[in-house]
């Protein structure tokens, strides 16, 4: 007969194999585990969470744009939030200049 043990290598330590109660112990670890990342990836993909996430930046961002023009300067340290500022000041810019430009037309005519 051959043996169809597999050499164990010098680097590799000898595993005892599990016990029953082990393997259950383990099983029971990873359905958790699985279990916490399906929420985590439920909460993070539904609509109603990226809707507060989106609206909590734009707060966020609202809240920079008034400190830059009020004289506070940009957030320091959050390249993220002030690029978030510099666009609603520059949205805030453009929709003014087209109001403008809009009022003039509409008063020439």
């Known amino acids: 007969m051959t043996d169809q043990t597999?050499?164990?290598d010098a680097t590799t330590?000898?595993?005892?194999?599990?016990?029953?109660?082990?393997?259950e112990a383990e099983v029971v670890r990873s359905r958790a585990e699985l279990r916490s990342t399906l929420d985590q990836l439920t909460?993070?993909?539904s609509?109603?969470?990226?809707?507060s996430q989106l609206a909590q930046?734009?707060?966020r961002a609202a809240r920079d744009a008034g400190s830059f023009v009020s004289g506070?300067?940009?957030p320091a340290g959050d390249s993220q939030r002030a690029r978030n500022?510099?666009?609603?000041?520059?949205?805030?810019?453009?929709t003014a200049t087209?109001?403008?430009?809009?009022v003039t037309r509409a008063t020439r005519r």
């Open 43 to 45: 909460t993070r993909l």
């Open 85 to 94: 500022a510099k666009i609603l000041i520059g949205v805030v810019a453009l």
């Open 6 to 8: 597999q050499p164990q």
């Open 47 to 51: 609509p109603s969470y990226q809707a």
């Open 72 to 74: 506070g300067g940009m």
């Open 98 to 102: 087209v109001l403008a430009v809009a």
């Open 13 to 23: 330590p000898e595993r005892q194999p599990l016990s029953r109660r082990e393997l």
């Open 57 to 59: 930046s734009a707060r």
